[in-house]
């Protein structure tokens, strides 16, 4: 039968099943597996992870709509995910949305039509020193200002990734005292 | 008593339990704390928040649901502060509801409309936007409406810790939660109802009966399912002669509420327009015309006596329906026995449950179970043969989940069907050891565990000093483990169940409706004797009946072979006490069986049969030729409440009550008798099968009167001593030791030979596949397929193979197939699941004129149970390549065991 | 400015310090696991961690020590460790950095409280944005089994450990140790009904300790330095040992500070975080995420320890410190807030799911011009019918942006309703959402 998952995320999965005592608890590592493969959990990805967990595949969706990371539909390549939490707020949520429509001219919720951008906004991804902030898949742009928002829509356009990405966090540095 | 702990609730003090919750020991007082999520069925979860109360010393108000109770506890549940505590809670829920109470089914059984009644002010704050959830068609059966849902999750609770289908979800998270299923698809499920009578609002309503009424237009009835054997309570609830919808409340009956699809959407075959109204008779122009009962009656009276004066009452024989009353089963066979005068008689049990009676007779002396469904439950160790239960014997299957996921026992699985996890339950997956037995090697598996447990050295030491000689010949009968039966794994289950401290074993159609099965039952009874729990309390076999009432059938003497009780046709005691009761002895000559009727029928030795409820030509296959048998008769009398293919080609049509019209009782498997009564007057002129009986009797010079069905209880009781009293709790009958004596000192020796062989060897064929037709969820016997909402489920025969095999055959959801047999073929649309094992087909009893031309059949040597549930076929996609479509053998050659 | 000696935040201060399982041994890291395992029994280090007076830096503040003396000493089947690393609180950002820049750290606390509870497998359950902080993890942790430290044969002395990294997916309450629990075993997050307590029914309904990331960080020290050098630092006897305060807002240098317990909010926001970044006074401050009562200035002098700040009337929580400067609408902060909470109830009990879009409707009209004078008290009667009644502490927490406001700031909210507009943003934000989310 096909599957969702390519041959080396197979190959992953009797691994993932093996840290648990009970299958069940591999559900949320297994959910990850297929995002990563199809960017999205489809109805069939879900379908097929009960299968491997002897869930029902409402016990699957019942996951998947609990937690806010698992994306029901395809979205765009990157997903801009800005913070709206007071303490991003303080510092300039609403200037991020603006200088983010500015450049690419979405709003939140909306994909660029070219399907390379999608924006979100969510609550508190723990940067609140270091606001306002924005995750575009993995990675992390703090303390932006818009000239930073510029340059990382435009390298990631352009070469996929962007050197203003938060490394190892520490804030303030130690070089800053 | 230790174990008591003593609280004051109220200022009322009362003792209960150890570990009883605050909620139950108040309830117990009277005390009602109101509450949305806490049902005593599922474990407690303490959402609603609803049951507040107040405990002494602890600073916050607890869920009474939550709280269990300690030693001198002072529980308040109606002071201003919990008062205000349960208003709170309802102006919460109430914000976000849509308050449409006048157009909600709800209306006046709702505990939200109750509970608001009693706390809340008319008016609310509540001035902003309220939460809406966009309706969607959610199934054929069951209306979702979550707009007033509460997200107390009974439903999701009962469908998973009750039910286990898993079927229902939660979904999203917050204000938004939900109830669904998957995605945006439509239900998918077992259709027990469950979360219909769970919802404590109108969240969850059923179609069926969607806008039909209000409470308070409707009138009860409670009375017993009449579907399986399980014997579920049930209330009929009807407006102006019609059953509206059924309920089952906690509690009440063997099933305390729960039931299945059959039971909860299966009754509107009662209201079928269908209905037979009138008797009719079939005249000059050879077609049956309605006629009146005065009309019909005389003439039939005499018809019959004419019969019996010029061929003798031997050339008349009966055949009633198990799904009869006790007292229709009772009157049928004393009408035959007396004014008919002969003992050619038999009824449905023929169809496989003779074969357990007898063997339980033969071997504990009793037909009876040993256990009761409590049994069941607090069994800690279970050991299913051939149930297909979830299908079959649903609320039995719910005992057994209760005993495993409540109560942890272990469970083993001798089952065709194969642990998969689907949105309906399957008892395999709960099973701790499973074996997949293949069609028709039930009986096989018994002989492994039999011969298991010398190899495992486990028999009662007692025995074999007592019956050292009945040991040693039955090890020598049970040589060998079955070729294709894993024997480490039978060992192993034998090894769990004997070691257990009380153990059930239930068997079903697989085992008791296939060659060999009354021999496998008593090889089970062997079994247990062996390991010396044979006469131990809380043990026991316990076989489980398709129809509601096989039980009474046997007891109340519908078979040729036994009289009421049951009792031996020739038992002396027996005959006396019978004799003394009816004013006159029941014939002596020993009666025809079923399939010997239709024999003597076709060889025209029986000249006339009178036939109750059954439809023979359907339920055998056309190769048993039941209608050129029938045909055959000078007299063919069919009672019924359609006309059927066999009532079709009657002279005579009378009809008949259903179960909704009659009083009564019926038998359940265990052995428990419960009233039937009636939620409706009869429709059109149809009566009840004993009052018809009754009549014909006295035209006939022969008067059975009795004013009620009562009446016919009452004989009932005089004549089958000991015969169950109604009552809350049954008393699980006890094996009889003379009996067991008697069988280990030599009785077991007279088939000894061939009882442990009759299970054979494998079939090996290539090309063929292995056909079950047995019973499915949503369909039994015939009468559901006149249900409406149970065609909606499954509206037609459709053949079910594994996934894996249709994919290796090109076959896709909806194709078509044709399958060829010795004797036939047929062409049936194909469906699939994961749990019939690969290279194995089902198809559904009750479409099974589909196939009726493929099916050949055997009759059991001793028992003369017919057997026509099992064939080989081969299969091809219609449409594919070739002449006829190239035909495809299952995945390997040869019956596949495995784990 | 005062000098604090940094004891968490130590090694990653250093120059070049980069977290790799070299760099911790060279400053020390994995001796005080050397110096127990197969040495200490387990008991007596339990007795070390309550001597020590540790308390839970996740935000209950509970003492670890009586944490780990709860599991049942006889049970015999498995028993868990688990990490939370799901920091998800507004206003905290700690853990990030202790995980990202010094891991092991975090993993030698693991090692020995699974030692001394006896677990024999722990999980890590680490909030599904944190990619980076999962990888990084993941590489110490292969690290960690190369050198022996985890495994089925630790450093020869016998005590097996399994660790295992397991990502959330979004969801703030699963920092509740009880929904942690029900989402590491594949459901939804969803905090159970106490009693039972993990400690004898927690994951798969085994015994489990589930503790936070700084606090398990705080252990190896305990152990190098002494439990009584840690009892005495701080501001014993309740509030022992240092805690990273994360400072966010209005405030000139936001970000991470290790202190001792009982230093001042003064000293915290003027000394350490360099007072207000512009020449606005301070209006409100938060003192311990977004579930802590708002302070005002009058409660600068409250002391930044676990008794002091309860007193006051507020929490010390995560230790995620908001800096709020004067022109900062109160009520906007509140809805702001409520907007949060809403999208994070899980929706499992009544007062909270239904009292969350309720409580957040009415903040959201009284910012936008369309409140009543009868709102406030709608909001007040609301919030007591939330308190105290909800499954878990998420329904207290959710009121305590609104009550605390209320208290502090009526006239603001007064002002808002008698002027129908917010006084201090003339133009609202737009409204993003409606009910639910």
Redesign the interface.
Same mark, same amino acid.
């Given at each position: 039968m096909s599957s969702v998952f390519s041959k080396a995320a197979q190959e992953r999965i009797p691994g993932i099943i093996a840290r648990y005592p009970e299958k069940r608890a591999a559900l949320l590592p297994l959910l990850w597996l297929a995002q990563e493969e199809q960017c999205y959990v489809s109805e069939e990805a879900m379908k097929e992870v009960a299968g491997l967990l002897n869930l029902t595949p409402p016990q699957v969706y019942e996951a998947v709509t609990f937690y806010t990371m698992y994306n029901r539909r395809p979205i765009g390549k990157y997903h801009i995910q800005v913070c709206r939490s007071l303490m991003c707020a303080l510092v300039g949520t609403e200037n991020l949305l603006g200088w983010i429509h500015a450049k690419v001219g979405i709003k939140v919720g909306q994909t660029t039509p070219d399907g390379l951008f999608t924006l979100s906004q969510v609550e508190c991804l723990a940067s609140c020193g270091t606001g306002p902030m924005m995750q575009v898949n993995d990675d992390y742009y703090e303390r932006l200002t818009q000239d930073k928002v510029d340059r990382i829509l435009d390298d990631l356009k352009r070469d996929g990734k962007c050197p203003l990405a938060t490394g190892p966090f520490m804030f303030p540095e130690p070089s800053a005292k | 008593m230790a174990d008591m702990v003593n609280i004051l609730i109220d200022g009322k003090p009362i003792a209960v339990e150890k570990g009883t919750l605050v909620i139950e020991a108040a309830r117990r007082l009277g005390v009602m704390i109101p509450h949305f999520c806490y049902h005593p069925k599922l474990t407690?979860?303490?959402?609603?928040?609803?049951c507040?109360v107040e405990v002494e010393k602890l #600073? $916050?108000?607890q +869920?009474s649901c939550?709280t269990v109770v300690a030693e001198g506890m002072v529980v308040r549940t109606n002071t201003p502060i919990v008062n205000e505590?349960h208003q709170?809670?309802l !102006? &919460?829920?109430l914000?976000?509801h849509p308050l449409d109470c006048p157009i909600c089914d709800q209306g006046g059984r709702c505990d939200l409309q109750d509970f608001s009644h009693e706390y809340t002010p008319t008016t609310s704050? &509540?001035q902003? +936007? $309220?939460?809406v959830f966009q309706k969607e068609y959610f199934s054929p059966l069951i209306e979702k409406e979550m707009n007033r849902c509460?997200?107390c999750l009974r439903c999701v609770r009962y469908c998973d810790q009750v039910i286990d289908?898993?079927?229902?979800? #939660?979904?999203?998270?917050?204000?938004?939660?939900e109830i669904?299923? &998957?995605?945006s698809h439509q239900l998918d499920c077992e259709f027990c109802g469950g979360c219909v009578q769970i919802c404590p609002v109108g969240a969850f309503v059923s179609r069926q009966s969607l806008y039909e009424y209000r409470p308070w237009m409707i009138k009860r009835a409670d009375t017993t399912c009449g579907y399986c054997g399980d014997g579920c309570a049930l209330t009929l609830q009807t407006r102006d002669q019609e059953v509206i919808e059924v309920m089952s409340a906690y509690g009440e009956g063997r099933n305390s509420g729960d039931l299945c699809a059959r039971g909860y959407f299966g009754y509107q075959y009662v209201n079928h327009p269908d209905r037979l109204t009138t008797p009719l008779v079939r005249q000059a122009d050879g077609r049956l015309h309605p006629a009146t009962w005065e009309e019909v009656l005389p003439l039939l009276a005499e018809r019959l006596t004419q019969l019996k004066l010029s061929h003798g009452a031997e050339t008349i024989g009966g055949l009633i329906s198990a799904r009869c009353t006790n007292e229709d089963l009772y009157l049928f066979q004393k009408f035959m026995r007396l004014a008919i005068g002969s003992n050619h008689l038999d009824s449905t049990a023929r169809y496989g449950h003779v074969n357990a009676a007898r063997a339980l007779r033969r071997v504990q002396g009793t037909n009876r179970w040993t256990v009761s469904y409590e049994d069941i439950v607090q069994a800690d160790v279970l050991l299913l043969i051939g149930t297909q239960v979830t299908a079959a014997n649903p609320i039995v299957g719910l005992k057994v989940k209760e005993a495993v996921k409540k109560r942890g026992a272990t469970l083993l699985t001798l089952e065709t069907l194969v642990p998969s996890? !689907?949105?309906t339950s399957n008892i395999a997956?709960l099973s701790a050891t499973h074996l997949t037995v293949p069609v028709g090697r039930h009986g096989a598996a018994v002989r492994g565990l039999v011969k298991a447990v010398f190899d495992e050295n486990l028999v009662d030491t007692g025995l074999s000093a007592r019956a050292g000689d009945f040991v040693q010949r039955v090890r020598a009968a049970a040589a060998s483990y079955p070729s294709d039966l894993d024997e480490a794994t039978l060992r192993t289950m034998v090894k769990t169940f004997a070691g257990a401290k009380r153990g059930v074993i239930l068997i079903g159609q697989d085992l008791l409706q296939a060659p060999g099965g009354y021999e496998s039952a008593v090889n089970l009874l062997d079994f247990l004797l062996l390991i010396g729990r044979l006469t131990q309390a809380d043990w026991g076999l316990a076989p489980l009946t398709e129809e509601n009432n096989e039980q009474g059938a046997i007891e109340m003497g519908a078979t040729a072979e036994y009289l009421p009780g049951p009792a031996d046709l020739g038992d002396p005691a027996a005959r006396s006490r019978i004799a003394d009761a009816w004013k006159e002895e029941p014939p002596t000559a020993k009666g025809m069986r079923l399939i010997e009727m239709l024999d003597a029928a076709r060889a025209g030795k029986l000249k006339a049969m009178f036939i109750v409820g059954e439809n023979p030509v359907r339920s055998l296959p056309a190769s048993a030729m039941v209608a050129g048998a029938l045909e055959n008769l000078d007299l063919l009398v069919v009672q019924e409440l359609f006309l059927t293919e066999t009532a079709k080609l009657a002279d005579v049509v009378l009809p008949a009550c259903s179960y909704a019209e009659k009083s009564g009782t019926f038998t359940n498997s265990e052995g428990f008798v419960q009233k039937v009564r009636p939620g409706l007057t009869p429709v059109g002129d149809s009566r009840p099968d004993w009052e018809i009986l009754s009549a014909l009797s006295v035209m006939m010079g022969y008067p059975l009167e009795y004013g009620d069905a009562k009446e016919i209880l009452k004989e009932i009781r005089a004549v089958i001593p000991g015969y169950r009293v109604l009552g809350a709790m049954p008393e699980p009958a006890k094996a009889d030791t003379s009996s067991i004596e008697l069988y280990v000192a030599g009785g077991f020796a007279e088939d000894l030979a061939g009882r442990y062989d009759q299970a054979g060897s494998p079939k090996a064929d290539g090309q063929r596949w292995s056909l079950r037709i047995g019973q499915t969820l949503f369909h039994s016997g015939a009468m559901s397929t006149k249900a409406k909402g149970l065609l909606e489920l499954q509206k037609e025969g459709k053949l079910i193979m594994n #996934?894996?095999d249709a994919?290796r055959l090109g076959i896709a959801e909806g194709d078509r197939v044709r399958l060829t047999s010795a004797t036939g073929e047929a062409t049936v649309p194909v469906t699939m699941l994961g749990r019939i094992p690969e290279g194995t087909l089902f198809f559904p009893e009750s479409f099974r004129e589909r196939l009726s031309s493929l099916a050949s059949m055997s009759v059991d040597p001793v028992t003369g149970v017919p057997y026509s549930k099992h064939l080989h076929v081969a299969v091809a996609k219609v449409g594919s390549v070739g002449s006829g479509g190239a035909s495809a053998g299952p995945p390997s050659a040869g019956i596949v065991g495995g784990k | 400015m005062a000098q604090h000696e940094p004891l968490l935040l130590k090694n990653m201060a250093q120059p070049g310090y980069r977290g790799s399982l070299a760099d911790y041994e060279r400053a020390g890291g994995y001796q005080a696991l050397k110096k127990v395992l197969g040495k200490i029994p387990p008991a007596e280090v339990i007795e070390m961690v309550k001597k020590s007076g540790l308390r839970g830096r996740g935000g209950a503040g509970f003492p670890t020590g009586v944490k780990w003396s709860f599991i049942p000493k006889d049970h015999p089947g498995p028993r868990y460790l688990i990490c939370n690393a799901d920091e998800s609180e507004p206003g905290t950002f700690k853990d990030r950095q202790l995980m990202e820049r010094d891991p092991h750290q975090m993993i030698e606390g693991m090692i020995l409280a699974a030692y001394a509870i006896s677990a024999h497998t722990a999980y890590i359950y680490i909030r599904g944005e944190f990619a980076l902080g999962a990888r990084i993890l993941e590489r110490a942790l292969a690290e960690a089994y190369q050198a022996g430290y985890l495994g089925p044969n630790i450093q020869g002395t016998g005590f097996a450990l399994d660790i295992h990294l397991h990502r959330g997916a979004g969801a703030y309450i699963c920092g509740e140790e009880t929904a942690l629990l029900e989402s590491l075993e594949g459901k939804r997050g969803l905090p159970r009904i106490k009693p039972p307590f993990p400690a004898t029914h927690g994951l798969f309904q085994k015994p489990t300790v589930v503790n936070n990331v700084e606090t398990l960080a705080n252990v190896p020290h305990i152990v190098n330095r002494g439990p009584e050098w840690f009892a005495s630092t701080g501001n014993p006897p309740k509030s022992t040992g240092t805690r990273i305060f994360c400072m966010s807002g209005h405030v000139k240098r936001p970000g991470n500070y290790e202190v001792p317990m009982g230093i001042t909010f003064q000293e915290m926001i003027y000394d350490i975080a360099g007072g207000m970044r512009g020449d606005k006074p301070l209006k409100a401050f938060i003192p311990g995420g977004a579930s802590a009562a708002f302070f005002t200035p009058e409660h600068l002098n409250v002391r930044l320890d676990f008794e002091s700040v309860a007193q006051a009337g507020s929490m010390l929580g995560s230790g995620g410190i908001t800096v709020m400067e004067e022109g900062t609408c109160m009520v906007w902060a509140a809805e702001n807030l409520l907007y949060f909470f809403n999208h994070e109830s899980c929706g499992k009990c009544t007062p909270c799911r239904e009292g969350s879009p309720w409580l957040l409707q009415i903040l959201r009209r009284i910012e936008h011009g369309k409140g009543k004078m009868d709102d406030l008290a709608t909001l007040l009667r609301l919030c007591g019918n939330i308190a105290g009644r909800t499954v878990c502490a998420f329904g207290d927490a959710e009121i305590a942006p609104i009550t605390s406001t209320l208290r502090h700031f009526r006239d603001e909210y007064e002002a808002h309703i008698r002027e129908q507009r917010c006084p201090f943003r003339p133009q609202p934000a737009p409204e993003l959402i409606t009910v639910g989310h």
């Open positions: - | 407690y979860d303490a959402n609603c928040r609803m507040l #600073p $916050k108000l +869920t939550s505590a709170s809670v !102006e &919460f829920i914000a976000n704050v &509540f902003d +936007t $309220k939460r509460v997200q289908a898993k079927a229902l979800a #939660p979904i999203n998270r917050g204000v938004m939660t669904s299923h &998957f995605g996890v !689907e949105t997956n #996934p894996a994919q | -």
